[in-house]
């Protein structure tokens, strides 16, 4: 398999409803809600990708580009764009979706680092 077609295989596409249990006081996505479900599609992009035990080690930088209502489909969208030696990154897109009509737009971008690691917790190469 070619690493474009290992990275085409690993793109993760996840979608969740903004329930109001996820929203703050202004009745929007918490921030801190948002960056959870990007880590973990961050991690199963990852993890798809090199088949092996992987671990978030930072995020490079987030942008929270327009508010995610409540009452909204949310979709994260995870690919690899970068691979190292031990290391990728993993960009993670939220697009909001209206329930009732076609309209959809980027919401916030982010893009995460995670390392291949072994059972000793030590970095290992991320592709076999």
Do not use: C, W
């Not at 329930?19 to 199963?44: K, R, S």
């Not at 764009?81 to 697009?95: F, P």
């Amino acid at each position: 398999m070619t690493l474009e077609e290992r990275i085409a295989g690993s793109e993760t596409r996840i979608f969740k409803a903004v329930f109001p249990n996820t929203t703050n006081h202004y009745d929007t996505l918490f921030g801190g809600t948002a960056m959870h479900l990007m880590d973990e599609v961050a991690f199963i992009t990852a993890t798809r990708f090199s088949r092996q035990k992987m671990v978030t080690v930072s995020s490079d930088r987030i942008d929270f580009t327009k508010p995610i209502p409540a009452g909204t489909i949310i979709e994260l969208v995870g690919l690899v764009t970068h691979v190292g030696n031990t290391s990728l990154k993993v960009k993670v897109d939220i697009y909001i979706e209206e329930m009732y009509s076609d309209h959809r737009e980027k919401a916030i971008t982010g893009v995460f680092s995670l390392v291949a690691i072994n059972e000793y917790k030590h970095p290992v190469p991320v592709l076999r």
